[in-house]
Nanobody
Framework: QVQLVESGGGLVQAGGSLRLSCAASGRTFSIKTMGWFRQAPGKERESVAS????????YYGGSVKGRFTISRDNAKNTMYLQMNSLKPEDTAVYYC??????????????????WGQGTQVTVSS
């Protein structure tokens, strides 16, 4: 079993920055691809970014390219999402997810096997 725990969410003004962390525990060897997703009220869960096991390959959703950076530290079993130039439309619950499939970059939520509980990010205008 795998447990994922997000942290780092909060309230920030537009143009500000936040860094989210996702700590993995349990059978972490079964996680290959990791990703960040977000869900705003009344909207479907969408892919924000994903990263390969080695960290050498990444994928970003179109709305966050150039503003968000995904990274992972396998020695610490932790993944990060650095969010800069935040906009009110970035407001959502952000979820950390893990997939057993090495080809998981850009996969939709249904293809991910493990999920965190989510952390709220609110960007005020």
């Amino acid at each position: 079993q795998v447990q994922l725990v997000e942290s780092g969410g909060g309230l920030v003004q537009a143009g500000g920055s936040l860094r989210l962390s996702c700590a993995a525990s349990g059978r972490t060897f079964s996680i290959k691809t990791m990703g960040w997703f977000r869900q705003a009220p009344g909207k479907e869960r969408e892919s924000v970014a994903s990263i390969s096991w080695s960290g050498s390959s990444t994928y970003y959703g179109g709305s966050v390219k150039g503003r968000f950076t995904i990274s992972r530290d396998n020695a610490k079993n932790t993944m990060y999402l650095q969010m800069n130039s935040l906009k009110p439309e970035d407001t959502a619950v952000y979820y950390c997810a893990g997939a057993a499939d090495r080809r998981g970059l850009g996969f939709p939520p249904v293809r991910y096997d493990y999920w965190g509980q989510g952390t709220q990010v609110t960007v005020s205008s």
